[in-house]
């Protein structure tokens, strides 16, 4: 069978960006455990069975390796926003459904990576990029609450420390979620979520 | 006039502790703007006019002052949680009194440092003594939840769930607050508590 030199070259890329992705799957779950600081390139190497130079092969530091798992955990919510904006329905319901997306990637390693780095471990041109793409997500957060507060479906308040409320309560599950451990990803955002949409204070009957 | 040998040796110990405090402030303003890692002794010492090795007369190690500091700053925690528990009212008073103190201290230098501060820059031992002070909060939390869920003042719910949700919101003030730049303290508490007591959903004009 003849072997086209673009399908060869195609597999090749496909090979490329499976081992990159490998090294970013290693090294998220070390930022999480350990920490940035305390993650050393060897041992990311040595669980992937190469070496060091051979991580180099696709990132060119370890600063770059923390952004793009940073990127990927943002990526995540800015497709969460995204399809939120497309949503059709009220602002509480597309409230709720960006509320349970977010909260479901809180639970997943490059999610996680968002909460668990601090501002300070990126270099000041991935701050730059970090804070720009998560201006957007809180943007449409604010922009679905602004929605509900005038079609009526969310109660009248403070839209950005409202966004902030939510948004601190859904960050945190990154800090104490253990996985295996806990409460199914899916449990953890209806739970979140009913606490967040229905408030501490009992509802009379009428509301359910 | 004569002056008491201990009189000396108290105004002794009173000038040692206000250089302690001196150096504590310097520093966990350093690290909640720059970081553990890129704060430096030498700068900490320039701040205060004094050089490093006079820091070492109070403290033994750059570790040993960020442990001082979040521990100073989960004692105020420590503190609101007490205070709570001698505090008469429901459930949902004594619940709202404590999200009102632990609110505020997100805004001050020491409360800030706990959510800025990663797990994984304490040293094992730090990390110990701190999970095990968070702990008695946390318990504190749950319990006035408990309370209230049972005279029914607080809605029925996973109690731990509701627990992280309510913390995550107030911890995540460490982190977005940036002093003189936004709303007072008390304004921030109020709103964040506004939140969380009445919820998303609007509440039927019966309950104001």
Redesign the interface.
Known sequence: MQISPWDKRNARDRERLLKRDAVLQVAVRSFN???F??TSLDDVAESLNVTKPTLYRYFSSKDEILFECVRLGLEGLQNAAASVERRGGDG?ER?KALIRDYAMLMTQDFGMCIT?T????LSPESRMKFRSMKREVDATIREV?ED?IRD???????VR??A??????????A??YEPGRE?SPEQ?AE??L???????????G??G
Chains 1, 2 share one sequence.
């Open positions: 455990e350990k920490g600081n305390a509480m409230l668990r601090s501002d300070h471990e609450i509900g009526g479906s969310i109660a009248a308040g403070d420390m409202m902030f409320t939510v948004t601190g309560a859904l960050n945190w599950i800090r104490w409460l953890i739970r979140c009913a606490t967040l949409v229905g408030g501490l204070a009992p509802r009379s009428a509301e």
